[in-house]
């Protein structure tokens, strides 16, 4: 299974960026997908997750800015960050919880992440 996280780039601030994250290879099911991000010198941060049927979460810094959404047939999530600030600067990273075969346990898997850089 792999996740290719796509979409980063520099964008001035109040600017918008969509990410991107397709899952790939022997899925048998996806449950929960997210997006972490982290910062330089700060700690990975979660922050957005929607689970297999559309529940949603965001950090209380991303929300009403940020939207998380997912194409269960594409295996595929999106991130639509709007608003950005300089403090969304950071190396996203997109996770699915995913189950590659029946009655085996799903796990976690790690895309290999994507670089926003908002600028003033």
């Known amino acids: 299974v792999q996740l290719q996280a796509s979409g980063g780039g520099l964008v001035q601030a109040g600017g918008s960026l969509r990410l991107s994250c397709a899952a790939s290879g022997s899925i048998f099911g996806i449950n929960g997908m997210g997006w972490y991000r982290q910062a330089p010198g700060k700690q990975r941060e979660l922050v957005a997750s929607?689970?297999?049927?559309?529940?949603?979460n965001y950090a209380a810094s991303v929300k009403g800015r940020f939207t998380i959404s997912r194409d269960n047939a594409k295996n595929t999530m999106y991130l639509q960050m709007n608003s950005l600030t300089l403090e969304d600067t950071a190396v996203y990273f997109c996770?699915?919880?995913?189950?590659?075969?029946?009655?085996?346990?799903?796990?976690?898997?790690w895309g290999q992440g994507t670089l926003v850089t908002v600028s003033s």
């Open positions: 929607i689970t297999s049927g559309g529940s949603t």
């Open positions: 996770y699915g919880f995913i189950s590659i075969q029946r009655g085996v346990p799903p796990a976690d898997y």
